[in-house]
Nanobody
Framework: QVELVESGGGLVQAGGSLRLSCTAS????????VAWFRQAPGKEREFVAR????????YLSDSVKGRFTISRDNAKNQLYLQMDNLKPEDTAVYHC????????????????WGQGTQVTVSS
């Protein structure tokens, strides 16, 4: 069982930056694939970015590519999402997710979820 806790959300103006963190309770964090998803009011959960177990491979959605960076520190059981040049359409609750199996962009492939952190971007 992996518990995930997100932090770092907040209110920021368009063009600004935020860095989200996700802390995992499990010492076997390095054996899990992890990802960020987001969900805006009235919309389905949307894939944002994922990273391999070692951190050597990343994949970002087209909507955030070039603006967001995903990284992880397995020694600290931490996952990060650096968000730059934020836009109002990035406003959502951001969730981190983990899977012991190989997982891609389908939220159904992830077994563990955090409660989420709110990101609000004003225009």
């Amino acid at each position: 069982q992996v518990e995930l806790v997100e932090s770092g959300g907040g209110l920021v103006q368009a063009g600004g930056s935020l860095r989200l963190s996700c802390t995992a309770s499990e010492r076997t964090f390095s054996t899990h694939m992890v990802a960020w998803f987001r969900q805006a009011p009235g919309k389905e959960r949307e894939f944002v970015a994922r990273i391999s177990r070692s951190g050597s491979s990343t994949y970002l959605s087209d909507s955030v590519k070039g603006r967001f960076t995903i990284s992880r520190d397995n020694a600290k059981n931490q996952l990060y999402l650096q968000m730059d040049n934020l836009k109002p359409e990035d406003t959502a609750v951001y969730h981190c997710a983990a899977s012991q199996r190989f997982a891609r962009e389908d939220p159904g492939q992830y077994d563990y979820w955090g409660q989420g952190t709110q990101v609000t971007v004003s225009s």
